[in-house]
């Protein structure tokens, strides 16, 4: 495998880095901020200079107002994208990388036209209603009911886990409109608009502190949506919720590759400058600690090798089960990293507000192995579809 950048492409990154340089933010995401609503305008306000300037929707293909470009110059952007120490895509991520790209594959024009440029503007924060208490990796198995009733759905039913619901103005809702059957059939993929009455959040504290906006339990109560919100076809959601696949084959992990590489390198410096556990000589001479940094050295970089093999393969054809080899190791590999950090932190890491930065990072990477697939679901998805290894009986 071997990826070779053309004078365009490198034209395409000198621009890229160029841009982003001069107009990332100057200040912090406010992750821990008392409002909600601050979280909210920050991104939004980014989205909107990136839209001005025309880094907006950069796989999303230009007839709908996305940048349009390779899937090796998404790989430069995200590059750059990192190494500028840019903002995470946070509340506007849904909109931009799962409700927007569902559209331009299954919506009708007139949904396309109404929802995609204030995705694009950074006028609209998206949620995303999918797992529920009882349907969490077996999404299939969800039960939130949508009964017709003219040309209304009438939705009850509960969601857990919605990241951003407290702030977003629409859901992508996956919800059963016809019992029995398969599982995966009789499901509809439906644009929810958060304030619709009969819908109640209730937000979910995590232990990374009190001030965490990030997931809610969303609960219908007779919530009426109207039926030209269905995208696709009624019953057809599962197939609906499987055409964004192709925006950004392999790529959206590379800024997080990019600046865990970075973290490594922070820590080796912090271990030269920081006392071991004898609390004399330097971290970086105890030979547990000089392993683990070599460790986390090696296993980002092998991520990284894995990526632009994923990104070669891509380029060719629709993106297969291997990305779930990519997918498991990051996330355990960025758990270890996280740990790491707040190990050489010592008590220090108890302190939220460090001014190392790591503890609130590592607080959230619990969650790396279980978001968009458990590493149990990954490693069956790699063990049947990548080694072809039978399935297990079941019991």
């Known amino acids: 495998m071997q990826i070779e950048f053309t004078s365009e492409e490198m034209a395409f990154r000198a621009e890229a880095r160029c841009w982003l340089r001069a107009n990332v933010p100057a200040g912090e995401r ?5 409002r909600a609503l601050d979280i909210r305008e920050f991104d939004l306000e980014w989205q909107r200079k990136q839209f001005e300037a025309g880094w907006a929707g950069i796989s999303w293909p230009s007839e709908y107002g996305g940048r349009g470009v390779s899937l090796i110059e998404q790989l430069i952007w995200h590059e750059e994208y990192a190494r500028a120490g840019a903002p ?3 509340s506007c991520f849904v909109g931009l990388s799962h409700a927007g790209p569902t559209l331009i594959a299954r919506g009708t024009p007139e949904q396309q036209a109404f929802h995609l440029p204030r995705i694009l503007r950074g006028d ?6 999918f797992s529920e208490p009882g349907a969490g990796s077996d999404l299939a ?3 939130t009911r949508a009964e017709i009733d003219g040309d209304e ?13 407290a702030i977003a103005d629409y859901q992508e809702l996956l919800c059963r409109t016809e019992a029995g059957g398969r599982k995966h059939s009789g499901i509809s993929w439906v644009i929810c608009p ?5 819908i109640e959040l209730r937000p979910i504290l995590t232990m990374v502190g009190p001030n965490d906006f990030h997931f809610c339990q969303v609960f219908y109560n007779d919530v009426r949506i109207p039926l030209a919100n269905v995208v696709g076809e009624v019953n057809d959601g599962w197939n609906v919720a499987n055409a964004t696949l192709g925006f950004e084959r392999g790529t959206g992990f590379v800024a997080d590759q990019i600046q865990n590489s970075e973290l490594v390198e922070r820590l080796i410096a912090m271990a030269r400058g920081r006392c071991g556990l004898d609390g004399l000589s330097p971290a970086i001479d105890d030979g547990d ?13 092998g991520v990284r090798a894995m990526t632009y093999a994923t990104v070669s393969r891509a380029a060719n054809a629709n993106p297969g089960p291997e990305g779930s080899l990519v997918k498991l190791f990051f996330s355990e590999a960025s758990q270890r990293l996280r740990r790491l950090g707040v190990d050489l932190l010592g008590p220090e890491a108890l302190e939220l507000s460090s001014d190392a930065g790591l503890t609130t990072p590592y607080l959230r990477s619990y969650a790396a192995s279980i978001g968009g697939g458990t590493s149990d679901v990954q ?9 072809g290894l039978p399935r297990a009986p079941r019991p």
């Open 153 to 165: 759905l009438v939705v009850n039913g509960a969601k857990i886990w919605t990241s951003y619901a």
């Open 289 to 301: 600690f000089a392993s683990r940094l070599a460790m986390s050295r090696a296993e980002m970089a």
């Open 194 to 198: 958060m304030d619709t009455p009969g």
């Open 141 to 143: 198995a969800l039960g």
């Open 379 to 387: 490693r069956n998805i790699i063990a049947e579809r990548v080694l």
């Open 88 to 90: 995470r895509a946070g």
């Open 30 to 34: 406010p992750i821990h901020s008392d």
């Open 124 to 129: 609209t924060v998206w949620c995303q209603g």
